[in-house]
């Protein structure tokens, strides 16, 4: 699963790799948990990409009420496009979530390890997400998801699910509303953490409320 990551990236360098016109309200985060409003970047009508904030915990449009939310922080690749709650989102709502690193814990006799898993060059990367738009009676949310996969050789160790990166030329494709089933599948195979590196580090990131450098050594 995804969990945690954190977002130290530049204004300036958001806007650059996900070619906005803007960015309002943006802080950099080193400990971003679920259940807060998060930087989504989405496609607009024209074409256009706009960063927008977006509830971490999907709801989808049919549910009852946003309880659901706290199950569906993650979206598993495998079955996206047949279960309810992500097929629609699938196919019309697509998202990227920008990020620098998330955070994983691999679990161990006397506790658990904390790791941060990261760019090798510390670039800003992308998870691939979905949003949805919910309404009951005078209640109204905007949220996303973040889609997972089967952990591969360097994450396996730590954790059986890893999220899935949208390699950065490839941002356009997915976000692209009129992309077919077998385009979007096949941008979620792309193993883009051929430039990921990971490392352990201390338990203070284990505090969601804690949000500052030490999360990250």
Known sequence: MCGRFNLTATPEKIIQTFH????LRYETSYNIPPGQKILT???LG??????????????PHWAKDR??????INARVETIAEKPSFREAYKQRRCLIPATGF?????????KQAYCISHKKQ??????????YWEQGTESIYSCTIITSAANKMIKPIHQRMPVIINNQNYTHWLDKQA??????KLLKTDAYQEMTLKMVSDWV????????NCMT
């Open 103 to 111: 955070y994983e814990w691999k679990k161990l006799e006397q506790g």
């Open 123 to 132: 670039q800003l990367f992308a998870f691939a997400g979905l949003w949805e």
């Open 20 to 23: 906005l016109q803007r960015l």
């Open 41 to 43: 970047i989405v496609q």
């Open 180 to 185: 077919s089933q077998e385009t979007t599948q």
């Open 46 to 59: 024209d074409g256009r990409y706009k960063a927008v904030y977006l509830y971490w915990g999907l709801t």
């Open 206 to 213: 284990n505090n969601p409320h804690h949000n500052d450098k």
């Open 67 to 72: 309880k659901i939310s706290n199950h569906l």
